[in-house]
């Protein structure tokens, strides 16, 4: 794919939504960190449910310790891998508090140096929450830049590096917004919804629907 191609994507898709973001409900960075360890293996929609109960009660890392694990686990019981992500949460508390004076740290070695947090996890924090230009490729993004031919990649890290790499810089920082949302909702799965693309005249798969 050419840049070109690659620059009409995004402008159409920026017109289509101005102002994309997570659908994670939260109100601070510390509750987006929580949400997105929590949203691993999970909907969006599960692990809203569960923290629209569990932050009113623990939403710093002192509240959540005080709630404990197995209080924290009664919150997010309907979460995949509740309790190993209970205590996982529970030590990254710790450490914020020990390490961080309680704040999210705005680097990546430091968020990738907490318990439960990975490279995607990292990225959704450093991108949502402190406004830098990362990417954090999911199974949507990964299946929307193999897909559409953006930047094929037989890795999740390839993909990241190569989307980091040609992306028009001015879409770099809504570009992961939209590349999720378009693959949560349009280019799905199991039966992409090309008839309601908008980009379908730019997207380069071969095996499209009506």
Partial sequence: MNQEKRQQIFQ??????????TELEYSTPFELLIAVVLSAQATD????????????????????????????????????????????IIKLCRQLLEQHGGQVPRDRASLEALPG????????????????????????????????????????????????????KEFLQDAHHWLILHGRYVCTARKPRCGACVIHDLCEYKDKTE
């Fill in 45 to 88: 929609r599960g692990v809203n449910k569960a923290t629209a109960k569990l932050f009113p009660v623990a939403n710093t890392p002192e509240a959540m310790l005080e709630l404990g694990e197995d209080g924290l686990r009664e919150h997010i019981k309907t979460i995949g891998l509740f309790n190993s992500k209970a205590a996982n």
């Fill in 117 to 168: 947090v990975g490279r995607k996890t990292a990225n959704v924090v450093l991108n949502t929450a402190f406004g830098q230009p990362t990417m954090a490729v999911d199974t949507h993004i990964f299946r929307v830049a193999n897909r559409t031919g953006l930047a094929p990649g037989n890795t999740v890290r390839q993909v990241e590096d190569k989307l980091m790499r040609m992306v028009p």
């Fill in 12 to 21: 159409r898709l920026r017109a289509a939504n101005p102002n994309p973001t």
